[in-house]
Structure formats: structure tokens, C-alpha cells
């Protein structure tokens, strides 16, 4: 898994996630909204022009991550997660 994700990375010149909103689900489960912020190596293609806010859930147990499961849809997410829907900032 290591392999598959460092050849991921090498794709960009920079990456990084920023962190939202948290909600903690239960005692093992904490969902962490997030935006990931990229430029390509090659292209020099900013991440920000494609859809990029997404759920990071973690699972916890004994302090311990024992799971991530990624979200690139945060509709879905919410959905699947019974999480309220966003509210549209732009129906105001």
C-alpha cells in the first residue's frame, strides 16, 4: 500500500490536506471534513480546479488508527454516514 501511495505523491510537486470540520461518530469512528490542495509535477495543474473536498473517516481503537476510509463525494458521505446534508450557502 506504502508503494501505490508514494507513487501517488510523486505525481505532484506539492500536496497537502486541510482540515474543515471534524464530527466525532461514536467512541471508534471520527469523520474529518477536508479540502486536498495539490499542483502537478508536470502539468503544474492545480488541484483546486477539480473537485476537491472530501471525508477522511478514521476509525479508533485504543488510541490507535485501525482503518481510513476516503470519501471524495462529501454528499455521499453525509449520506452514508447519517450525517445532516450541507446546507447551500447560495440558496440565501
Given at each position: 500500500?506504502?508503494?501505490?501511495?508514494?507513487?501517488?505523491?510523486?505525481?505532484?510537486?506539492?500536496?497537502?490536506?486541510?482540515?474543515?470540520?471534524?464530527?466525532?461518530?461514536?467512541?471508534?469512528?471520527?469523520?474529518?471534513?477536508?479540502?486536498?490542495?495539490?499542483?502537478?509535477?508536470?502539468?503544474?495543474?492545480?488541484?483546486?480546479?477539480?473537485?476537491?473536498?472530501?471525508?477522511?473517516?478514521?476509525?479508533?481503537?485504543?488510541?490507535?488508527?485501525?482503518?481510513?476510509?476516503?470519501y471524495f463525494d462529501r454528499d455521499?458521505?453525509?449520506a452514508e454516514l447519517g450525517l445532516?446534508?450541507?446546507?447551500?450557502?447560495?440558496?440565501?
Amino acid at each position: 500500500m506504502w508503494a501505490a501511495f508514494h507513487d501517488f505523491l510523486d505525481a505532484w510537486r506539492e500536496w497537502r490536506v486541510e482540515t474543515d470540520e471534524y464530527h466525532e461518530l461514536n467512541g471508534e469512528r471520527v469523520a474529518v471534513f477536508v479540502r486536498f490542495l495539490a499542483r502537478g509535477r508536470t502539468s503544474g495543474i492545480a488541484l483546486g480546479d477539480v473537485r476537491t473536498k472530501g471525508v477522511q473517516l478514521f476509525h479508533v481503537r485504543d488510541g490507535q488508527v485501525t482503518k481510513l476510509v476516503n470519501y471524495f463525494d462529501r454528499d455521499s458521505a453525509r449520506a452514508e454516514l447519517g450525517l445532516a446534508p450541507e446546507e447551500d450557502s447560495s440558496a440565501s
